[in-house]
């Protein structure tokens, strides 16, 4: 059932707000019975037939429910393609609770056979553990990895030494909180960090600074976050009470930006869409802006998607992989989503009409 907010006093608003904070936080709600044993761990995509829900001009060619019998499983909130380079054709998706989870494409699905779910906060010794991970990127010639975590918002980036991408072997992390992040949320901060291919950084709030909604601050780094600064600032704009939680990078310059809303309810209720973007558009203290091209909505896929990849293929194609985030919660699924990359059609994809 849920709740209409206008016609709830004061104090049960603010009680719903807190109910449906709660319920967003990592780990906070009780899960059904699940094994401990983590030699006894198994993860299994299970497909979904069912296509309503998921409306504009990409093509949807796969859809999942990941489940597993690991204790900490669950709360994805970053995905990127881990293909090319040293390391094996595949996707790697990060929790907020600072685990990752590797997801071989064979023969060009994706199976769960040879995956592995690895503790990523605590890989480099000595170091504080940053869990509130958020997003990730990465160079596919060197396997460089970065990552954003919101509750302080900073950038980590890890260089590999000849090891593999979850190991804790051989990697040097250095680790920058930019200034002009200073100002953004705790709980919404750096929410999408993306390394272009000409090797800049777009970075975004998922939060407005102050009394700029719907525009959330963004920025465009000329290169490495950890090393470059004064950044191009600017503001996205989105469909109303829309944010971006994601993206991932195109082969012709252009991004797909993942946008999610979060409808107060108990159990919360979420819608998604994808934006493509032109970041060659962005200029400093302008509104980038784009065109919505896809949809998730309920009750089947009003699902908390929070990460974005693109997989190249080899005909020059591509396939884009979302996934959602249940934040350990009875009430949510941890599902995948595949489209076909280009668009099969070249017209836009209207969100409902709660959106407008």
């Known amino acids: 059932m849920r709740f209409s907010l206008p016609t709830l006093t004061p104090r049960l608003r603010l009680g719903l707000i807190a109910a449906v ?34 409306g504009g001009q990409l093509v949807v060619t796969g859809a999942w429910e990941i489940i597993s019998t690991h204790p900490f499983f ?8 881990a ?19 590797t997801i071989p494409i064979v023969a060009g699905e994706p199976d769960t056979a040879q995956s592995q779910y690895s503790d990523y906060a605590t890989a480099a010794p000595g170091l504080f553990p940053l869990t509130d991970l958020e997003a990730m990127t990465r160079d596919p010639a060197s396997g460089t990895l970065w990552t954003s975590y919101e509750s302080l918002n900073t950038i980590q980036r890890e260089v590999l030494h000849g090891s593999t ?17 200073r100002n953004w949320s705790a709980n919404s901060g750096a929410e999408t960090l993306e390394r272009l291919a000409d090797g800049s ?16 601050p963004g920025l465009l780094f ?11 600032e600017f503001v996205i704009d989105t469909p109303p009470k829309f944010s971006p939680v994601d993206a991932t990078a195109l082969p012709d310059g252009r991004v797909l930006v993942l946008l999610r809303r979060v409808q107060l309810s108990i159990p919360a209720a979420f819608d998604a869409a994808i934006m493509l973007a032109d970041p060659r558009t962005i200029s400093q203290d302008g509104v980038w802006s784009g ?5 998730f909505e309920g009750p089947l896929y009003g699902e908390n998607f929070e990460g974005i990849a ?22 949510q699924r941890s599902l995948m989503v595949r489209l076909a990359w280009p668009p099969a059609t070249a017209t836009s994809a209207p969100l409902s009409s709660q959106a407008q």
């Open 222 to 232: 000329a290169g490495d976050p950890i090393e470059q600064t004064d950044p191009i």
């Open 74 to 81: 669950g709360g994805f909130s970053t995905l990127l393609d």
């Open 165 to 181: 991408l979850v190991s804790a072997a051989a990697h040097t992390i250095t680790r920058r909180a930019p200034p002009e992040m």
């Open 310 to 331: 693109y997989v190249p293929k080899a005909d020059g194609a591509g396939d884009i992989y979302v996934i959602a985030d249940d934040n350990l919660s009875v009430f």
């Open 83 to 101: 293909g090319g380079g040293a390391h094996e054709e595949g996707l790697l998706a990060g929790t907020d609770r600072g685990w990752l989870l």
């Open 21 to 54: 904070a709660l319920g967003l936080a990592p780990g906070t709600l009780l899960r059904t019975a699940i094994d401990p044993d983590p030699e006894q761990v198994t993860i299994t995509l299970t497909p979904l037939a069912e296509r309503e829900g998921i």
């Open 291 to 295: 065109e919505i091209i896809t949809r």
């Open 201 to 216: 950084f777009l970075i975004l709030s998922e939060s407005p600074v102050g009394d700029e909604w719907p525009n959330r």
